[in-house]
């Protein structure tokens, strides 16, 4: 019975990665694609910030050179606008924060945009055979380690990266593929994020409209202004 079992599971396995063969591993190349990842938060400690993330939901917009990253959570709701191959003298990112009582976004050129996503830069990457199914698509293994001593195991999709979205999130930038979940570790503490379902459904311009009215910029303060991408037990909501 457990030989039977075992023949179905690697049956099932090498029909999926035949799949994903077929289909081509570049799928999330020049199209119009969304991944929706349910988000788990992993830590010892009772009633911390970071719990009220659990249960959030991450997606990511992509068309073109446009990229949406939208956070919704009890704690925060954030949308990150970002824009590949913009001009130095123009906003690469907009990022716009929709929850609490007051509403604001900010703009971010290049020199800006690199000061936020400091602490994803130099990382140690650490490419792996181990596979992980992942919506039906076999995911390679990646353990990344930052400066700051923080670690990231990332499963992903092998194949030609969307350049538009390596760009909007640096901290995968260095991984050759899509990444369908990642697990973040910062002491104790850590945060899963796993994909739950992709679309190729055509995107509306509209999806990456940055909102004007009832949304004043405020002046970017780099490390105390929406610290990263991750969030963690010290980022409370400002109001």
């Not at 063969?21 to 830590?43: C, L, M, P, R, V």
């Amino acid at each position: 019975m457990r030989s039977a079992s075992l023949f179905i599971f690697c049956f099932l396995f090498s029909v999926a990665a035949k799949a994903q063969s077929t289909a081509g591993e570049n799928e999330f190349h020049q199209k119009d694609f969304t991944i929706t990842y349910d988000i788990n938060i992993i830590s010892n400690k009772k009633k911390t910030i970071a719990e009220t993330y659990n249960g959030a939901v991450k997606s990511v917009y992509v068309k073109g050179n446009s990229v949406k990253l939208r956070l919704v959570s009890l704690m925060r709701i954030q949308n990150i606008y970002y824009t590949h191959l913009t001009k130095d003298t123009s906003a690469v990112a907009v990022i716009v924060k929709e929850s609490g009582k007051s509403k604001y976004k900010f703009k971010l050129g290049k020199s800006n945009w690199e000061l936020f996503n400091a602490k994803y830069v130099s990382a140690e990457i650490k490419l792996s055979e181990d596979s992980l199914l992942l919506l039906n698509r076999v995911c390679k293994k990646a353990v990344l380690t930052y400066p700051n001593g923080s670690k990231l195991t990332a499963y992903y999709v092998p194949g030609t990266k969307n350049e538009a979205l390596a760009a909007a999130e640096p901290m995968f930038a260095g991984l050759p593929g899509i990444v369908l979940q990642y697990e973040y570790h910062q002491g104790k503490k850590g945060i899963l994020y796993t994909a739950s379902n992709i679309s190729f459904e055509p995107l509306a311009a509209s999806y990456f409209t940055i909102p004007s009215k009832g949304y004043p910029t405020k002046k970017f303060t780099p490390g105390k202004t929406f610290k990263g991408n991750i969030p963690e037990d010290e980022e409370e909501e400002e109001d």
